[in-house]
């Protein structure tokens, strides 16, 4: 399959990013009962266990003016555990990094950029003088006004995995990518820029760290580096990131009182069995992960040239969630820790013939949409869905829903069809959801109320 789309931004861009692709296509695999041990367990603030982890996007506030705010105004923020903040950079030398520099780092946006008070959780404009102020400042505020949610720093994706097949290699180059990654976002040394930055500017922001290496062993964005080694090299990554975490967590417990704080460590993990197996020693990483983002989108995209769903819940013969969640149960998951991603927005073709109802029909192009062609938002497609000229299709069994005017067709999920995953998700003791991306949703949160609603249900 062609890869989904990720390019990376900078102050005044635009344009749209999704967690990865899919590239070979497998049976859905018999599922089996998996229990290992662990060694996290941080929860969120919510009343439920589950988690609800939503990811922001650090090129939103440009062009899709999709500030930190409105995870406040739109009642998202008072239903997520944990806020997964989209991406941190490695660079050639194998370090965690920040700058402005295009196309690799947005320190603007991270940490430099003044926000009016319109524009500030707290109601307050950003001063000239004060260290931290952009999105870091404003994730602060919303903890402040959320407390017990958690914000992850996400390193990687799709576009900026590039170095992590370099820097994993040796137990040297690990111990120094895991010890910049805490020291700029953990203890919050951040470069100084002005005013802003310098030592402990960002210190207590980020609660732990999300690894989205797309993919160890696998192919992935062109210039992406992979060896037949990254499956043991990711394992001796993930656990030095464990230790390192643990190690600083017991450092600062004189600090707290005598209270130790638990870092917690996740990742974003493939659907293909072949990218599974090629670069995930299951078993022993879910040791030390408290949880892993299942990719739960993206199974087909626009650039193919026959129309198919991205992110049903069945489909016999085909990638689909419970192919993916019992891929990961057989080998070695334990339930607790699997969290289902969900797509907050469509994959789109035009040109469709055949007739029906437009699905897994040949299609000419991607569909002309608002930010990148065959890409868009979830609160576009309710305003097509609402406006009658597309029909909105639903294959209930299967769990997955699609619009289509007779020419153009998106496949998407709403809030019948993540309703549907949650309650998949409460009967086979999963430990929630992920949503890629928050700024995908409606200025009154659709998607993540529903969601909540679902996993709240007793």
Not at 85 to 91: E, I, Q, S
Not at 126 to 152: C, I, S, Y
């Amino acid at each position: 399959m062609s890869p989904m789309r990720r390019r990376t931004f900078v102050r005044a861009a635009v344009a749209v990013c999704s967690l990865s692709l899919v590239a070979t296509l497998a049976p859905a695999a018999v599922a089996t009962s998996a229990q290992d041990g662990d060694r996290g367990s941080g929860h969120g603030h919510h009343k439920q266990s589950y988690k609800r982890v939503g990811y922001f996007t650090q090129w939103g506030v440009y062009g899709r003016d999709f500030q930190v705010k409105d995870m406040d105004t739109s009642g998202q923020a008072a239903r997520l555990t944990h806020i997964n903040y989209a991406f941190g950079n490695v660079n050639a030398d194998g370090k965690c990094f920040t700058g402005n520099i295009p196309g690799e780092a947005d320190a603007w946006a991270d940490y430099v950029r003044p926000l009016e008070a319109a524009d500030s959780v707290d109601g307050v404009a950003d001063t000239a003088e004060q260290p931290l102020a952009g999105n870091f400042n404003q994730l602060r505020e919303l903890k402040a006004k959320h407390p017990g949610l958690k914000v992850m720093i996400s390193l990687g994706g799709w576009s900026w995995s590039t170095h992590f097949s370099d820097a994993a290699r040796t137990p040297e180059s690990r111990k120094a990518l895991v010890s910049s990654c805490i020291d700029l976002y953990i203890k919050g040394n951040l470069p100084a820029d002005g005013a802003r930055g310098g030592a402990g500017a960002a210190a207590g922001l980020f609660d732990g760290i999300d690894i989205d290496w797309e993919w160890p062993g696998s192919e992935g964005d062109a210039d992406t580096v992979y060896r037949p080694e990254d499956k043991k090299n990711f394992t001796a990554l993930v656990h030095e990131f464990r230790t390192q975490l643990d190690d600083y967590a017991e450092s600062r417990q004189k600090d707290r009182g005598g209270q130790r704080k638990h870092y917690e460590l996740s990742a974003f993990v493939p659907t293909a069995p072949a990218k599974i197996d090629a670069g995930f020693e299951v078993r022993k990483i879910m040791r030390d992960f408290d949880f892993v983002n299942l990719q739960g989108y993206d199974f087909h995209v626009s650039g193919e040239k026959t129309t198919a769903q991205q992110s049903a819940l069945y489909a016999r013969g085909d990638f689909s969630v419970d192919q993916t969640v019992r891929d990961w149960l057989r080998r070695g998951a334990p339930a607790r820790k699997l969290v289902v991603g969900m797509p907050f927005y469509g994959q789109g073709w035009t040109g469709v013939t055949g007739g029906g109802d437009g699905m897994g029909q040949p299609a000419t192009a991607p569909a002309p949409a608002t930010w990148a062609a065959g890409y868009e938002d979830y609160k576009a497609l309710k305003k097509l869905a609402d406006s009658g000229a597309y029909e909105v299709h639903r294959d209930r069994r299967n769990g997955h829903a699609w619009l289509f005017d007779g020419t153009t067709l998106w496949t998407y999920d709403d809030p019948s069809v993540l309703r549907a995953k949650t309650s998949y998700i409460r009967d086979r003791g999963l430990g929630g959801a992920m949503f890629w991306s928050l700024d995908g949703d409606t200025a009154d949160g659709e998607l993540t109320a529903a969601v909540d609603g679902g996993l709240s249900r007793r």
